[in-house]
């Protein structure tokens, strides 16, 4: 890479400034706004089950076997609701201190692999991203397990660089094992498979050999099996057979209805990564004519991460957001090459990009500039579109949506502006520099806005109800519809085991849509109906 110039020749403090960037983006209001259902409500119950029976080696939800998930997160999420009671932003804390970690950790391991002026354009490109920066404020497992598979990579990368590399490979090994123990053995298959095709097309032959394997699986042992041994010692081969099921699972078949088209990921990293998606863009092409075969190796790794993470989860069933969110490093890695590329005078923006990014860009502008404005005309809505009964009656729902809510969209119209202004007057680091700063702070403020107002409308009529229970002892159960809102949100106690569950009050949750269930319980009395939801009570209780 060239020398830094310009905004990034000042002797900045980078390394603290992304500590404080991260502080502001990712931890305030997190609390603000219900945990959302499924994921988040889930990991948090069980996080608080946890808890409440002070069984921190075994996996439950409404205290009963859990088997899809391993114990780490929910370790650091109950060690927050410890600190800091049960409540939203325990939950999400987790991810926003890791969130402000990988900042740092992008920054530094960007000045070490190329110079300091690629670590501050990586980390903001991954800090100035849509969904990068969205998922550092939520309550789900991905920010931490995809943190320990890219962690192990780079210790890999420095394993064949150094020459300390028995170390540097057990580390790799150390830090799969933690995603073992995090989400499950997709961790150590998306390692390997991005090593062995490294293997395959980098020039380097010494990226994989039997040495470095077996320091690896090694590593992964000393961490994962730890935690597997001791539960197959305490509970038998029941969970770890039916953990491997349900992974297989998780990989072979749709669950809970996520389905999408082939190309479903593809597009979501598109849209959701954003801006750095389309800077991207530009780095993924071959080798060029001045890069050196070092730098060239860094940046197919990230390809082919990229596209090993891409390719596996358009072949798996479930169609989830989140699932490609692995892809945020290596996006944001292209993302920092190709500006430090156009910086020098090396790469130059082809037509297509700037047609495409200017579409994107336009296209986030409108919806987010629409979104109040169809707020404050919820009847024309109504209307105008056909919904189901559930979404129609959920659209009752008494949500103000006052002229401030346009803010957001006037704040990305504006860092948009910026970014023109400065581009045009030839400013080209102040400009990245704005757009991505500017980006990072839209998800901030759109969430403020927007996200508390869009849960009143999806299930807080039902989070509402479930509140007002909270630690009685009461059984409130879903119907027609699965949910985790009745045992987080009502603080379900610990049974005990000298009641009888079934002499508890019991209440039912039923979605409008599904009201024909009603003609099969006759016991059941209506309290009373709110946007979208049916809340009843077993009269024989």
Known sequence: MGQSTG??????????????????????????????????????????EMMV????????????PFFEKPPFFFWLQAACMNIFGVNEFAARLPNALIGIFILVMLFKTGSRWFDKRFGVFWALSYMGSILPALYHKSGIIDPWFNFFIFGGLIAWVEGTRSKQSTKWFLISGLLSGLAVLTKGPVGPLLIGLTVLLMQ??????????????????????????????????????????????VQVALLTESVAGHKGFPGYHFVVVLLGVFPASIFALAGFRKKIAEEKSDPYELRLLMIILAMVVLVLFS???????????????????????????????????????????????????????ALPAVGQNIEWLKSSFTFDAFTKAT??????????????????????AVFIMLWRRLKYEQAFVALFTGTGLFVSIALIFFIGR????????????????????????????????????????????????????????????????????????????????????????
């Open 200 to 245: 395959i097309f980098s020039k380097n032959k010494k990226f994989l050999s039997v040495r470095s394997f077996l320091l690896f699986v090694v590593g992964n042992c000393i961490i994962a099996g730890v935690w597997f041994g001791i539960n197959l010692l305490s509970n038998g081969p029941d969970f770890i057979m039916t953990f491997l099921k």
């Open 395 to 416: 659209l009752d729902a008494q949500v103000g949506w006052p002229f401030a809510t346009f803010i957001p969209g006037f704040w990305i119209t504006g860092v948009l």
């Open 53 to 64: 029976t002070g069984d921190y080696l075994n996996i439950h939800i409404n205290f009963q």
């Open 315 to 369: 072949l798996v069933q479930s169609k989830i957001v989140h699932y490609s969110s692995l892809t945020y490093y290596p996006i944001s890695f292209l993302s920092a090459w190709a500006i430090c590329q156009f910086l020098d005078g090396k790469l130059k923006w082809k037509g297509w990009i700037k047609i495409l990014g200017i579409s994107i860009a336009v296209l986030i502008c409108f919806v987010i500039l």
């Open 7 to 48: 905004v990034m020749s000042k002797q900045l403090p980078w390394a603290w400034l992304f500590v404080l960037a991260g502080i502001i983006l990712y931890i305030p209001f997190i609390g603000g706004v219900s945990l959302f259902d499924w994921d988040e409500i889930n990991f948090a119950e069980i996080s608080r």
């Open 454 to 541: 869009i849960e009143r409308y999806s299930q807080h009529a039902a989070v509402e109800f479930c509140e007002s229970k909270a630690g009685q002892k009461v059984e409130i159960k879903t119907m027609g519809y699965k949910s985790y809102v009745p045992f987080f949100y009502a603080l379900k106690p610990v049974p005990d085991k000298n009641s009888i569950i079934e002499d508890y009050p019991h209440f039912y949750i039923l979605k409008t849509d599904k009201s024909r269930l009603l003609e099969e319980h006759p016991e059941l009395n209506i309290l009373y109906e709110k946007n979208g939801f049916i809340f009843l009570e077993d009269q024989g209780n």
